[in-house]
């Protein structure tokens, strides 16, 4: 199956072990992501305020750009868009509802892109997590060969995968997406009463104590709860839980540190996929010497 | 009259000829015409404007008297100053510096950086503009820079091919200088970030240059200079050294013996003046295509106006090599709007081929600049075989659609996005279809003489890149320019600090060696008719001159 | 205009001659047109005023023959240094349209000015300090990440470079599609003064291609050699040997020189 992708800026460079381990998961689940052509910045979703319709211009760019793979041929008649990233996921479809409720907005950004064909409105912005649960969990089951064995893995949301609630991915309130995928994987999974608590996002540049305070919080309730490593699917939530556990650790002494992973590469793992498609060397706290200790990593490098 | 049609951007009836092109074009894609014997070439020359005569005369004062130079340049060297020691006050400096750069091209602004990496401060560093800093003959350069740096290649041969070019009239030490630096500029270039053409295995690509024996050019696409110059521009402004644009240095300040201690410069905006003094002084203000010698058209940018000859020679400092003039063989003749502008020799080297009006190749298409050009002339003025524009210019075809079909389609596009575009905007695509062309006023082969390091023969002055003389001899072959610029600058800026650090002090500043000046021109009697550095070009429009009133 | 007829007597004229016919035939470029010559004529609006100039001129050769002269806002003359930038309307159009003034034919009814100079921050840096990584461009200029993709930049280069998308590719950290995007900018600043989020587009590339110069493929191995060899001194004696060669001898090695094969 191939399908359109849009990476968004972020994969690219700091969470480029994202790209790399879904790419190959993909491969390996028998789904080409190509990678739409001449993408750019989805625009965040901080900037889609309902007057501001400049901001709106980025997304529905990219959504262009979905049309034009099916008119190139480089997808068959398919216009979803699949996405990693929580944060360009949001921002892509809260966009598309847009333009799809309120055709003058639709018009005006049209217009304004007179350089471009125009957005028809029939582009489906979806997300990894979904085009997984359409293909079914019990494929996934079919494809691990490196089974988790129990390892406890709590499931982290944030705010973008689930809300506004048109977005979500899921039950806003109760998700399971994540939770199916987990345990899919052979893994434990432990529920986390903080998995929908937002992790501070953008505040993580102004203020790290705001963000390190919220992280603590979500991290230490999974502990409690007995997890062993979080998973996630933003590249920011990842930088909030992931690397401020240094600032973390500097305030409190008694915090250990946990292994933060995207759930592709938890998928990577569990398919027994090359270890070059982990890119644990960009997670900030190191996920190997867990790893190896539940003897999931170092036996035979397996393709 | 019937209003012109126009085909593909051509008028119908040059367009027609064309067909001519495209008829012969299989025929003569494997054939070259056979480079000319030594006699034939000597024949044809005849035809140059550098031979034809008339168009010159005898320097008639100073230290170079005697000297055959263009009729332009003489007017120039016998005109009177701007501005004299009564109209000004040069007794405090408005910049004191350990260094004066004049002309931000890429010899002056290497100069710079490399004064600045031998120890001089950024703070005692200045380089002054007359336009704004880049706005220079080095941002053109379009074809390439040359450098003996492949296995094959050799100084010796690069240094025998430039003398060859040169009509052996090269200063030996300098072209020394100039074949021996040129590997380390291609390192330094790419230490700073220059986007040099490569293969796929990493090696540069290296192409013909006319003259040469050997491929040894290398080249940033068609954008060389732009790209050397926006590079070493931006590593100069990252240093913060001093810069000053639309300041010109209108005369040098001397200790009234044989030294140069600054300049005076002047606002071209506000018409204020400003005087500098230096310890020592580098010269590097280009050439100049905008005195449109012999009437022709040029590829030099606005402020190409022979400034630093007139400067340095009044000031004392020896000129070499002034009898000579370099017309590029193939500036655009068509349409009316770019005619004169530079079609890089790359084109040629890449497989055009110059083509007359009956669709034959007449001429080798890599013979030495001068030759190349008076054949042109010889095919258009007395052969009889050239297309005339509705201006009433000549040219003959440059058959570009040959390099497409040599290298394959989309090379053209990729290689020479400048002139593509170039066209483009006249509607003329030249992947399909020829080009006209004509020679053009392009190079200053002489100037200001120097030692292997820009040093003059006036203490404390030293001068880089085409104002100075020497080093390319009577003719320069393509890509050795933008190489001396960056190797005397790299020289002149190391030299400069050199001294400065020597202990070498601030002379007076005085104004004795003009007065000297005007002494000999009023004794050989010229009248004050004319003055100069005139610094920028006259292109308004007759009508309105001839009205304009002067009142502030 | 008529051809110039073609006389028999071109044949035998002497190369003073000929050179006296180039100058002619060259005239209007070189020294301006007569108004005689011109066929046709357009209105421009230089900053709001009317003036008659021939329809052949480019908007800079225009201005010149209203009696223009400039001091800023022109260099080259070819396109090449982005000193000429040129914004202009065409009456009854809402489109705000940019050009170079060198290579730009002006057009009836057009009102124009121009914008010789750009205010744009360009920091110091010093690229043996940096590695070859994305933030980099975001230490420096923290506000390429304010783009929205508007495209105004695109619209508004007059070498039709993909703007937008260089900047892109730089927020991508995609050096290659930077470089090579924007490699044919000539730094007119166009791009700057029409972008909504007050990017400056071609000081950010201009960062990003040397990076990538520097450090996206290493330095040719052949010229490391040679360097070396130089470094060495293996070329010292014959580079002084020939710079003592008579011209004749000069002449004869010149002569004998051997063409690479192609
Ligand atoms: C269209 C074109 C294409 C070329 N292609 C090639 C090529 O492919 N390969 C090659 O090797 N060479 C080429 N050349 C030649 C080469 O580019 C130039 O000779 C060389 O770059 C000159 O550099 P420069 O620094 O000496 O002078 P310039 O680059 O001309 O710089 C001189 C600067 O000094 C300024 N100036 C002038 N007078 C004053 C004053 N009184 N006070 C202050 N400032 C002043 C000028 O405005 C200018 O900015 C080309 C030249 C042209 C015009
Ligand atoms: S004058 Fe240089 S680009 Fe127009």
């Given at each position: 199956?191939?399908?359109?992708?849009?990476?968004?800026?972020?994969?690219?460079?700091?969470?480029?072990?994202?790209?790399?381990?879904?790419?190959?998961?993909?491969?390996?689940?028998?789904?080409?992501?190509?990678?739409?052509?001449?993408?750019?910045?989805?625009?965040?979703?901080?900037?889609?305020?309902?007057?501001?319709?400049?901001?709106?211009?980025?997304?529905?760019?990219?959504?262009?750009?979905?049309?034009e793979m099916n008119k190139n041929g480089l997808v068959e008649n398919d216009h979803r868009l699949v996405t990693l990233c929580s944060m360009c996921y949001n921002t892509l479809k809260r966009a598309n509802i847009r333009v799809k409720e309120k055709p003058d907005d639709l018009k005006k950004i049209n217009d304004f892109m007179y350089l471009e064909e125009d957005y028809k409105g029939n582009v489906e912005v979806i997300h990894f997590l979904e085009l997984i649960k359409d293909i079914g969990f019990e494929k996934i089951k079919e494809n691990v060969t490196n089974p988790f064995k129990g390892l406890k893995i709590a499931p982290y949301y944030g705010c973008m995968l689930l809300r506004p609630k048109e977005v979500g991915i899921d039950d806003p309130e109760e998700p399971v997406i994540q939770e199916e995928l987990i345990f899919a994987l052979g893994a434990e999974v432990i529920d986390n009463p903080y998995k929908k608590v937002c992790c501070g996002s953008y505040q993580t540049i102004r203020d790290k104590q705001?963000?390190?305070?919220?992280?603590?919080?979500?991290?230490?309730?999974?502990?409690?709860?007995?997890?062993?490593?979080?998973?996630?699917?933003?590249?920011?939530?990842?930088?909030?839980?992931?690397?401020?556990?240094?600032?973390?650790?500097?305030?409190?002494?008694?915090?250990?540190?946990?292994?933060?992973?995207?759930?592709?590469?938890?998928m990577a793992i569990g398919f027994g996929l090359n270890e070059d498609y982990y890119g644990f060397d960009l997670n900030y706290v190191n996920p190997e010497p867990l790893l190896k200790e539940k003897n999931l990593i170092g036996r035979n490098n397996a393709k | 009259m019937a209003e012109l049609k126009y085909i593909e951007g051509y008028p119908e009836n040059m367009y027609k000829l064309i067909d001519k092109v495209h008829a012969t074009r299989q025929k003569r894609k494997d054939?070259?015409?056979?480079?000319?014997?030594?006699?034939?070439?000597?024949?044809?020359?005849?035809?140059?404007?550098?031979?034809?005569?008339?168009?010159?005369?005898?320097?008639?004062?100073?230290?170079?008297?005697?000297?055959?130079?263009?009729?332009?340049v003489v007017n120039l060297l016998e005109a009177y100053p701007l501005v004299e020691e009564e109209e000004i006050d040069i007794s405090s400096a408005d910049y004191s510096v350990d260094i004066l750069i004049i002309g931000g091209g890429l010899a002056g602004t290497t100069a710079a950086i490399w004064a600045n990496n031998e120890g001089i401060s950024k703070d005692k560093i200045l380089l002054v503009n007359k336009l704004r800093h880049g706005d220079a003959n080095s941002i053109m350069a379009e074809g390439g820079t040359q450098a003996a740096d492949r296995e094959v290649d050799s100084l010796k041969r690069h240094y025998i091919d430039t003398m060859g070019g040169g009509h052996f009239t090269n200063k030996p030490e300098v072209l020394r200088g100039l074949v021996e630096d040129a590997p380390f500029i291609m390192h330094w270039l790419h230490e700073l970030g220059a986007i040099i053409d490569k293969e796929e295995n990493g090696n540069f690509v290296e192409k013909w240059g006319g003259g040469t024996s050997i491929r040894r050019l290398h080249s940033c696409k068609d954008y060389t200079g732009l790209e050397e110059l926006r590079v070493i521009r931006d590593e100069f402004r990252s240093k913060e050294i001093g810069c000053i644009e639309h300041y010109p240095a209108i005369e040098f300040l001397t200790d009234g013996e044989n030294r140069v201690t600054g300049a005076v410069l002047y606002n071209l905006e506000t018409g204020e003046y400003k005087i500098v003094e230096a310890t020592a002084t580098i010269l590097a203000t280009g050439g100049f295509g905008r005195l449109h010698?012999?009437?022709?058209?040029?590829?030099?940018?606005?402020?190409?106006?022979?400034?630093?000859?007139?400067?340095?020679?009044?000031?004392?400092?020896?000129?070499?090599?002034?009898?000579?003039?370099?017309?590029?063989?193939?500036?655009?003749?068509?349409?009316?709007?770019?005619?004169?502008?530079?079609?890089?020799?790359?084109?040629?080297?890449?497989?055009?081929?110059?083509?007359?009006?009956?669709?034959?190749?007449?001429?080798?298409?890599?013979?030495?600049?001068?030759?190349?050009?008076?054949?042109?002339?010889?095919e258009c003025y007395v052969r009889d075989k050239g297309i005339t524009t509705p201006t009433g210019l000549r040219g003959v075809w440059l058959d570009t659609p040959l390099i497409d079909e040599k290298y394959g389609k989309g090379y053209i596009e990729k290689a020479f996005p400048g002139m593509n575009r170039m066209f483009s905007r006249y509607d003329i695509d030249m992947t399909k279809n020829p080009v006209l062309v004509f020679p053009t006023l392009h190079y200053q082969n002489g100037g200001v003489e120097t030692d292997p390091h820009g040093h003059t023969t006036i203490d404390g002055l030293w001068v880089a890149g085409e104002v100075s003389g020497g080093v390319h001899g009577k003719n320069r072959l393509m890509g050795n320019s933008t190489l001396d610029t960056m190797v005397f600058g790299r020289r002149s800026g190391i030299s400069t600090a050199e001294y400065v650090k020597s202990g070498a002090k601030q002379g007076k500043l005085t104004l004795e060696h003009q007065k000297r000046y005007v002494e000999m021109l009023k004794e050989a009697g010229i009248k004050p008719e004319r003055r100069s550095p005139i610094l920028l070009p006259e292109y308004r429009g007759k009508e309105s001159l001839a009205r304009m009133i002067d009142i502030f | 205009m008529p051809n110039k007829e073609e006389t028999s007597s071109d044949k035998k004229l002497d190369s003073k001659e000929i050179m006296d016919r180039i100058a002619e035939a060259s005239r209007q470029v070189v020294s301006g047109v007569e108004d005689e010559e011109v066929e046709n004529w357009v209105t421009i609006y230089i900053m709001g005023r009317a003036y008659e100039v021939p329809a052949d001129l480019t908007i800079l050769t225009a201005m010149e023959y209203a009696g223009y002269k400039f001091v800023r806002g022109v260099g080259c003359r070819q396109g090449f240094c982005g000193a000429c930038s040129t914004v202009y309307r065409k009456k009854g159009e809402y489109?705000?349209?940019?050009?170079?003034?060198?290579?730009?034919?002006?057009?009836?009814?057009?009102?124009?000015?121009?914008?010789?100079?750009?205010?744009?921050?360009?920091?110091?840096?010093?690229?043996?300090?940096?590695?070859?990584?994305?933030?980099?461009?975001?230490?420096?200029?923290?506000?390429?990440?304010?783009?929205?993709?508007?495209?105004?930049?695109?619209?508004?280069?007059?070498?039709?470079?993909?703007?937008?998308?260089?900047?892109?590719?730089?927020?991508?950290?995609?050096?290659?599609?930077?470089?090579?995007?924007?490699?044919?900018?000539?730094?007119?600043?166009?791009?700057?003064?029409?972008?909504?989020?007050?990017?400056?587009?071609?000081?950010?590339?201009?960062?990003?291609?040397?990076?990538?110069?520097?450090y996206d493929s290493p330095e040719p191995e052949h010229l490391k050699k040679r360097l070396e060899e130089i470094e060495e001194g293996k070329f010292d004696k014959e580079m002084k040997e020939i710079t003592k060669l008579s011209r004749e001898e000069l002449e004869r090695m010149y002569a004998e020189r051997k063409r690479e094969e192609d």
């Open positions: 199956m191939k399908v359109s992708y849009y990476p968004g800026c972020t994969l690219k460079t700091k969470a480029r072990n994202f790209e790399t381990s879904a790419l190959a998961v993909a491969e390996k689940l028998g789904i080409e992501l190509i990678e739409l052509s001449r993408w750019n910045c989805c625009g965040t979703v901080f900037s889609l305020t309902d007057d501001d319709l400049i901001h709106h211009v980025a997304p529905i760019r990219n959504l262009i750009r979905v049309q705001v963000v390190s305070n919220l992280a603590y919080d979500i991290l230490t309730h999974a502990q409690n709860a007995g997890a062993e490593a979080i998973s996630l699917s933003c590249p920011l939530c990842a930088f909030n839980l992931d690397s401020r556990q240094k600032e973390i650790k500097e305030k409190h002494s008694d915090f250990t540190r946990i292994p933060v992973f995207y759930f592709t590469q938890l | 054939y070259t015409p056979e480079p000319m014997s030594r006699e034939e070439q000597e024949e044809v020359l005849n035809l140059h404007p550098d031979y034809a005569p008339g168009g010159k005369r005898k320097i008639s004062i100073g230290q170079n008297k005697g000297d055959i130079a263009p009729d332009p010698i012999r009437g022709f058209p040029t590829t030099n940018h606005y402020g190409a106006t022979a400034d630093g000859i007139v400067l340095a020679y009044r000031a004392g400092a020896k000129l070499r090599d002034t009898d000579t003039v370099q017309y590029h063989p193939t500036g655009a003749a068509y349409p009316i709007q770019i005619v004169g502008y530079l079609l890089t020799e790359k084109l040629r080297s890449s497989g055009a081929q110059p083509v007359n009006i009956d669709g034959e190749a007449f001429v080798f298409p890599l013979e030495p600049r001068d030759v190349e050009a008076s054949a042109i002339i010889r | 489109k705000l349209q940019t050009g170079m003034a060198c290579q730009t034919r002006v057009e009836d009814e057009m009102y124009l000015v121009q914008i010789p100079f750009v205010p744009a921050e360009k920091p110091s840096y010093d690229l043996t300090e940096h590695e070859y990584d994305v933030n980099v461009l975001f230490e420096y200029y923290p506000e390429l990440a304010r783009c929205v993709s508007c495209n105004t930049c695109t619209k508004a280069c007059p070498q039709d470079l993909e703007v937008m998308d260089y900047v892109q590719a730089a927020i991508k950290g995609d050096f290659k599609g930077l470089a090579e995007e924007s490699f044919d900018c000539i730094q007119c600043g166009l791009c700057a003064i029409r972008c909504p989020s007050e990017i400056v587009q071609y000081n950010i590339a201009q960062l990003g291609r040397r990076l990538y110069g520097r």
